[in-house]
């Protein structure tokens, strides 16, 4: 298989073959069986080539399999104590099992495949992916068909899988921020809290390293790739992401813009069914938390709407469509 065709193996199908790989064997497997055998290696395997790079492929998805939770073992080959290139990997089953009076009924089941759809979108934590791995290794599967729909959270921002990867780990980022009105992107040093989903857009909660303090970062407005450094912090407590998620909430409520719609147009339709939306005669009361992305929004909707008040949102909207009528004379 070609280097392009081998790169196309997810990362979760290449950990997910060598954690059943590791569960098969007693004995345990030593690094030149996985990497000649298991799926995700086996297509780079060169027989003697060089497999440094493979290598340090399998250490790296062995720390991400232990930071998933699973109980991976090292072992020395028998007869050969001591001798590091012929140490032997295995996952203890009896580690790894569920308990034996725990059982899945065809709802649960239902529910944990669901789960595995939008893990899939990569929109989960390092906690529902080692349950997933698990569930799957063990051979759990429904019982019924699944009913209705399969819900999936389809993340565009580039910069989500990376950020989520550092959550998971703990680690300290860098990337390029644009903020609106600026001409060019700040550097921001951020420890990632959580990853929050408001109004259809997904934001970074972190504690920025420069500034002092939590901020938030729309996804959408980091302009460069996310780097990783070597730097870890120390886990937030969970009632940080419930205490960003009550502050945005506050944010909501104070920020309220009046507009007058057209009576039965898209704009009527749409913005009626906003959240803590209140309608008067052929006028809304919206609420909103940032400024530009709700211009943004209401400019979209051209001679539907026209913004009463806020005064700075009604330039904002004003400024936009003025732009759009210049650029397209």
Known sequence: MSAAAQSRIPVEERLFSLVLALLATEAGLTKNEILSTVQGYRQRYSVSGDNSNLERQFERDKDDIRDLGVPLETLDSPG?????????????????????????????????????MVWREGSISGESRRAILKLRSLGVVADEPMIGYAPRLRVRDVAFEPLTTALDKHVIVRFGYLKPGEQEARIRTIAPI????????????????????????????????ITTTNTKHAPFPASATAKAMTELDEI???RAAVVEVEPGSDAATRLSK???TTASADTLTLHYSDI????????????EVL?????????????????????HG
């Not at 934001?203 to 302009?223: C, K, P, S, W, Y």
């Not at 530009?292 to 001679?303: H, I, K, R, V, W």
């Not at 913004?307 to 650029?327: C, H, K, M, N």
């Open 80 to 116: 050969q104590a001591g001798n590091n290139q012929n140490l032997r990997y295995r996952i203890p089953r009896g580690d790894y099992e569920l308990p034996a009076d725990i059982a899945f009924s065809p709802e649960e089941t239902t529910l944990l495949n669901l789960a595995a």
């Open 194 to 225: 959580a990853l929050i989903q408001r109004e259809g857009r997904w934001m970074l909660h972190g504690e920025d390293q420069d500034a002092g303090g939590t901020r938030n970062f729309l996804l959408r407005r980091i302009v460069t790739p």
């Open 292 to 303: 530009d992305l709700f211009a943004d929004e209401l400019a979209g909707y051209g001679p």
């Open 307 to 327: 913004v009463l008040s806020p005064d700075e949102l009604r330039i904002a909207v004003r400024d936009r469509l003025l732009r759009t009528v210049a650029d």
């Open 252 to 254: 909501w409520e104070s």
């Open 274 to 276: 906003r959240p803590s």
